[in-house]
């Protein structure tokens, strides 16, 4: 247009139209030759494109609605192959054009609803109208809602798997989505550990396929952990419990998390890449259809995330995991699965300094740490698990289960660390202001470790159940080998200006040897080798009962279980009671109580010198639980509301301390206590199609150790005598109970959200967030005498978000030949984790002078940090 504009102002710029000008013959020989040379050849030029904006069209409108015959509001209806096209309103009407006289496809999509086409050949001018009705997609498959419905008559609580993909964490692992669910906390991002209701790591259960799954037992921090078992790519469903579960779960005292993976029924295939990791699995069937494959491959490698970490140096962190599984359907009756694993996780770290600024404005300090030596960890473990399943007849199930276990896992480090203390100063506009202006105090440590362990479980398990209209009777038996072989060497030096700590009195002058000793700090060693066996059965019924103004169900169960290493014997009697009345309102409540004995595996067995407590007996909890489960739909969407209360009365506890997600028990002590409190979660569509939550949990627990006493001295007046008065002479001692007090996972308050958004007109657009809160958790200083867990860590806070873009799937029209059309659906996100970059406490660092005088040194978890995440299926 430009070129033509200059064209006309050079033929015809000299001569304007006016009254006072003619027009020449000389003037019209420019004219015909600008007509000539110009306008023609863009009339030719223009005229295809007038075909086109001229061709005929026709118009589809009407109105989309639910199978209710509400309403849908913002769906998109496009042409096949075309990103152009209409929105439904909020009555649900649209209108379209569309090119007459071809076969064309109209495509209906929008958020938590089945997309749907129709073939259309419209004559031209032709108006049609086209009302449709969409049909809600199902996030579960279809066993998993038959088996919702029993869940909801339980304290079992049924988890869309499609969440792990979808919260943005570091590890997108089922426990992330674990996490956020009411009852559970958990204070660091980097470990898959999470507590339950007052509980530790290692009272949680976790199945795959009816399989015990086992943790690594030397794990110190998160750095370590690796990956989880459990391959989110891999499952099919998840259910989980905080507590009061059935007599058909085992031995442990506060939760049970069951995983069952898929039976492909077609060719599948999905791919996963990030700046952390990276994944892949394969799936699929024989032509007869009775063989199937599911196979499972992770790396994963968190050294971008471990580079912002205080302690600098060289982080080489390696975990793989291929898992497998085969099923053979032999016939009608008959079917046969083998589930293996092998995981390989290995940390090697090179540290070489820190830099940590603590304490107040008014007093800031600083901690300087040089280093030498390294951390090389490897964990090796193999699993293989054998299942047959028998179905002689119309409700009768019966499985076969034998499984295989193996860790090897050792831990070896030297690091010696040289720190200076110093005072920051906090004059404002100083020249000095956070620089050090003051030594506070040297010193020296050497860390050291030989830890080596090999486990060995072996186990043989049946199951059966059998169901009648009115009953579901489930039993079964199961015996379990287990051998340990156990060599720590594990201790600590510490050098604080010059003098190694503790040290000895001075004695110069006295005639005793004037050589002392070289005292170590927390020396830990074991030589260890303990086999034994364990037998349990378990046998419950579950009755229905349906009345005009209710129905009712009430589960009843007895689990025993024997230990040949302490000869001991436990029942275990369970029970629930569900009762749902006729109201006009979907509400259900039950109460559920029961025992829960934990006989203690190998590391609750070993005191912290190192010895076996032969004499162990197992812990034991009384649960009582009493919830509802509310069905209702708000601004015409489904939600659900549930709330449990909760007392645990905890017996033959065993003491233990946490150090980041290092559980260290006093095997030779014991403890009562109790835990109690209140969940709330509610869940549903808070945007439109897609299901958001959040949990709150409340919880209080405490205990009391057995013979645990501290003296008060008195004078002769019988007055106490404190620290104002300690001139005064001793007249004489009382011993006092120090009572109840906090246990280490006494985590007071957690709120946990989970939330989905995108762009109503195009939700090829969304967004994710996670965000966790927990009040601190109580933290023992060392050398505190009977671990008061006199001090507590900041609260936990963190805000992870996601923001993702579908480019293949329902919600986007490719055209036909594309080749992105070979994928079913791929997504790309950017992460943001830790987005308000708040520097969260896992433990303390303790520094000591020669005074003996303790100061804790945070130490911090991760920063925030983005990554870039591709997911891929086909």
């Not at 419209?122 to 049909?135: A, F, K, M, Q, S």
């Not at 019966?398 to 050792?410: D, G, M, P, R, V």
């Not at 700090?521 to 349906?546: E, M």
């Amino acid at each position: 247009m430009l070129f033509l504009k200059k064209q006309v102002k050079e033929y015809f710029g000299n001569y304007r139209t006016g009254l006072d000008r003619r027009f020449d013959e000389s003037d019209q020989a420019k004219k015909i030759v600008f007509m000539k040379h110009y306008i023609i050849p863009c009339l030719f030029i223009l005229i295809p494109f007038l075909g086109i904006s001229q061709q005929e069209t026709a118009k589809v409108f009407g109105k989309v609605t639910e199978r209710d015959g509400s309403p849908v509001e913002l769906v998109n209806v496009a042409l096949a192959g075309s990103s152009e096209g209409a929105v439904t309103d909020k009555q649900g009407y649209y209108s379209i054009e569309i090119p007459a006289g071809e076969n064309l496809e109209l495509k209906f999509t929008f958020v938590g609803y089945q997309s749907k086409m129709i073939k259309l050949d419209l004559e031209p001018g032709e108006e049609r109208e086209l009302n449709v009705t969409l049909e809600l997609a199902s996030t579960l498959l279809p066993e998993m809602v038959i088996e919702d419905k029993r869940t909801r008559r339980s304290t079992i609580s049924s988890i869309n798997p499609e969440s792990t993909d979808k919260i943005p964490t570091m590890s997108s692992s089922v426990e992330s989505v674990v996490k956020t669910m009411p009852g559970v906390s958990s204070k660091n991002e980097l470990s898959n550990q999470y507590s339950v209701r007052g509980g530790n790591y290692d009272e949680n259960l976790i199945y795959v396929n009816d399989i015990r799954i086992y943790r690594p037992f030397l794990v110190r921090s998160g750095r370590q952990e690796g990956l989880s078992f459990l391959n989110s790519d891999l499952v099919s469903s998840i259910v989980f419990s905080a507590g009061g579960f059935d007599a058909k779960y085992g031995d442990k005292m506060s939760s049970v998390l069951d995983i069952k993976y898929k039976n492909p029924k077609a060719f599948g295939a999905s791919a996963s890449m990030s700046l952390l990791s990276a994944s892949f699995h394969l799936e699929g069937v024989n032509e007869k259809k009775n063989l199937s494959y599911l196979l499972g491959l992770r790396q994963k490698s968190n050294q971008y995330i471990l580079n912002t970490l205080q302690t600098e140096g060289q982080y080489q962190p390696s975990f793989t995991d291929v898992q497998g599984m085969l099923r053979y359907d032999l016939n009608d009756q008959w079917d046969f699965s083998f589930l293996g694993n092998v995981s390989r996780n290995i940390y090697r770290f090179i540290p070489e300094n820190r830099t940590t600024d603590f304490g107040t404005f008014r007093r800031a300090m600083r901690l300087k740490i040089f280093f030498d030596g390294k951390e090389e960890d490897r964990f090796l473990n193999y699993m293989g698990g054998l299942t047959a399943k028998y179905k002689p007849f119309e409700g009768l199930k019966l499985k076969f289960i034998t499984s295989a276990y193996h860790s090897n896992e050792n831990v070896n480090y030297d690091v010696e660390g040289e720190y200076w203390i110093g005072k920051l100063g906090t004059g404002m506009g100083e020249d000095e202001f956070g620089e050090v202006v003051e030594k506070q105090g040297v010193g020296r440590y050497l860390n050291h470790a030989r830890n080596f362990l090999d486990v060995d479980v072996f186990s043989a398990e049946h199951k059966g159940s059998y169901r009648t209209p009115k009953h579901q009777m489930e039993w079964g038996v199961h015996y379990q080998r287990e051998s340990v072989n156990d060599e720590m060497r594990e201790w600590s030096l510490l050098d604080s200006a010059g003098y190694t700590l503790p040290y000895p009195s001075y004695n110069i002058g006295e005639a005793e040897d004037s050589l002392h000793p070289l005292e170590m700090q927390q020396v830990l060693t074991a030589d260890n080798s303990v086999s034994s066996n364990r037998f349990n059965g378990y046998f419950q019924d579950t009755w229905k009962i349906a009345s005009d103004s209710a129905e009712m169900s009430l589960t009843g169960g007895l689990r025993a279980s024997y230990w040949d290493f302490n000869n001991e014997f436990l029942l275990s009697p369970r029970a629930t009671f569900s009762y749902k009345p006729m109201w006009d309102n979907d509400i259900l409540f039950r109460f559920s109580t029961g025992y829960y004995y934990q006989p203690p595996f190998y590391k609750a067995m070993r005191t912290i010198e190192g010895e076996l407590n032969h004499d162990i007996r197992s812990q034991k909890s009384i649960h009582f639980v009493l919830g509802s489960d509310w069905n209702f739909r708000a601004f015409g969407r489904p939600f659900k509301f549930v709330s449990e209360v909760f007392y645990k009365h905890l017996e033959n506890l065993i003491p233990y301390e946490i150090d980041n997600v290092r559980i260290r028990y006093f095997a030779d002590r014991q403890s009562q206590g109790y835990s109690t409190g209140i969940d709330l979660k509610v869940n549903g569509e808070f945007v439109k199609g897609v299901e958001s939550w959040a949990s709150l949990s409340v919880m209080q627990t405490r205990e009391n150790l057995k013979n645990d006493f501290y003296t008060v001295d008195y004078n002769e007046a019988g007055q106490e005598i404190t620290g104002d008065t300690e001139d005064q002479e001793v007249a004489y001692t009382e011993e006092k109970p120090i009572g109840y007090r906090p246990r280490p996972t006494d985590q007071r308050v957690n709120f946990s959200l989970f939330f989905q958004d995108y762009l109503p007109k195009n939700p090829t657009y969304k967004m994710n967030l996670r965000l966790l809160y927990g009040t601190g958790l109580p933290v023992n200083i060392p050398g505190t005498k009977d671990y008061k867990n006199d001090l507590r860590l900041p609260s936990y806070r963190r805000v992870d978000i996601g923001f993702s873009k579908q480019i293949v799937g329902e919600q986007t029209n490719l055209p036909p030949g594309n080749f992105l059309n070979n994928f079913e659906s791929m997504w790309v996100s950017l992460e943001v984790f830790n987005l308000l970059d708040i520097q969260n406490t896992i433990s303390y660092f303790w520094v000591t002078d020669v005074n003996d005088r303790q100061l804790a040194v945070p130490n911090y978890l991760t920063p925030r940090r983005v990554n870039l995440k591709l997911n891929i299926e086909l």
